[in-house]
């Protein structure tokens, strides 16, 4: 089956611009994640999604956000780009399961889109 | 922070078993662990997870200790497509428990 899908690939911001990235997650699949990564800070966790809701969320500020949607499909905003910002937004799902041990949950991750902030 | 501990970088010769180690001396009964490898500018791609028992799949084998305190992923036959960065990740098996990645170690395979 297809994998996890992330649109755009590439993609170069100004400063103080707005950038929304897509996921779409492995069919099935109704738990999305985000991560960020930098050469500096590796991979940061930024929040989970699962069925709609919120249900885990890293230390970053409130510029960054995002939502899932009744197909599973997820997008993270940023806003007021800072040249930080600049960065591998990694994408990944699972089938996520509510019992302990029954589903293990292993990620499966996108290829990533690539930000660069001017 | 990550609750594991890697070596930064290994080498490994082109055909030779590749042994990645990592110690979890903090991991809790309720707690995986978890092999990802990162190839330059890809999404990381999941390996192979374990509680307990040593696990083997077609990439790689994964041999726990008795006390669960460290564990050892295998690459039987290392090829240069094997070079990348792994990471050895410990999560809980609640739902909605994030993973945590270190710095990884990376593995350089040399013909």
């Known amino acids: 089956k297809a994998g996890v899908t992330q649109t755009p690939r590439y993609l170069i911001k100004t400063r103080g611009q707005q950038v929304t990235l897509s996921c779409s997650p492995i069919?099935?699949?109704?738990?999305v994640s985000w991560y960020q990564q930098t050469p500096g800070q590796g991979l940061q966790f930024l929040f989970e999604?699962?069925?709609?809701?919120?249900?885990n969320k890293g230390n970053f500020p409130g510029r960054f956000s995002g939502r899932q949607f009744s197909n599973s499909r997820s997008e993270m905003n940023v806003s007021t780009l800072e040249l930080g910002d600049s960065a591998l937004y990694l994408c990944?799902?699972?089938?996520?399961?509510?019992?302990?041990?029954?589903?293990?949950?292993?990620?499966?991750f996108g290829e990533g889109s690539r930000l660069t902030v001017l | 922070d990550a609750k594991t501990t890697q070596p930064p970088s290994m080498d490994c010769a082109e055909g030779r078993a590749a042994n990645l180690p990592c110690n979890h001396s903090t991991i809790s009964g309720n707690e995986y662990v978890y092999w990802y490898r990162q190839i330059h500018s890809q999404g990381p791609q999941y390996i192979i997870h374990g509680l307990k028992n040593n696990e083997t799949n077609e990439m790689a084998s994964l041999i726990i200790t008795e006390d669960r305190k460290s564990s050892t992923l295998i690459l039987p036959h290392a090829t240069l497509r094997d070079t990348a960065v792994y990471y050895c990740i410990v999560r809980s098996a609640f739902h909605g428990q994030n993973f945590v990645f270190g710095p990884g170690t990376r593995l350089s395979v040399l013909p």
């Open positions: 990944a799902s699972s089938s996520g399961s509510g019992k302990l041990f029954a589903n293990t949950g292993e990620l499966f």
């Open positions: 069919s099935g699949h109704r738990s």
């Open positions: 999604y699962f069925s709609e809701t919120q249900r």
